[in-house]
């Protein structure tokens, strides 16, 4: 869904589905508080993976492209490439 640099994939996720892993990861100080994580659903069948885009059964930005057809990987940043019809201007 996202390739990039560590540092960029983490300071500014374009992928909505990498923006809600990024938000599950557990907080090490305890008084830091901040929204559940936005991830939906079950995993799909590793075997018989759904048609369209693989994370969209478990994004919540998820639009009916997604559902239909694969996204291409596009150029975000130097270095820094995505697949999501939300980040296309196509």
Same mark, same amino acid.
């Given at each position: 869904?996202?390739?990039?640099? /560590?540092?960029?994939?983490?300071? &500014?996720? =374009?992928?909505?589905? /990498?923006? *809600?892993?990024?938000?599950?990861?557990?907080?090490?100080?305890?008084?830091?508080?901040? #929204?559940?994580? !936005?991830? &939906?659903?079950?995993?799909?069948?590793?075997?018989?993976?759904? #048609? $369209?885009?693989? =994370? @969209?059964? !478990?994004?919540?930005? *998820?639009?009916? #492209?997604?559902? @239909? !057809?694969?996204?291409?990987?596009? /150029?975000? $940043?130097?270095?820094?490439?995505? *697949?999501? =019809?939300? %980040? %296309?201007? #196509?």
């Amino acid at each position: 869904m996202e390739i990039g640099p /560590t540092y960029k994939v983490l300071s &500014k996720p =374009f992928h909505p589905y /990498t923006q *809600a892993l990024i938000a599950s990861v557990p907080l090490s100080d305890p008084d830091i508080k901040r #929204e559940d994580a !936005r991830i &939906k659903g079950d995993l799909p069948d590793q075997i018989d993976m759904p #048609e $369209g885009c693989r =994370f @969209a059964p !478990r994004c919540l930005e *998820a639009v009916d #492209e997604c559902h @239909a !057809r694969e996204p291409d990987l596009i /150029t975000v $940043g130097e270095g820094h490439q995505v *697949a999501c =019809f939300l %980040n %296309n201007e #196509e």
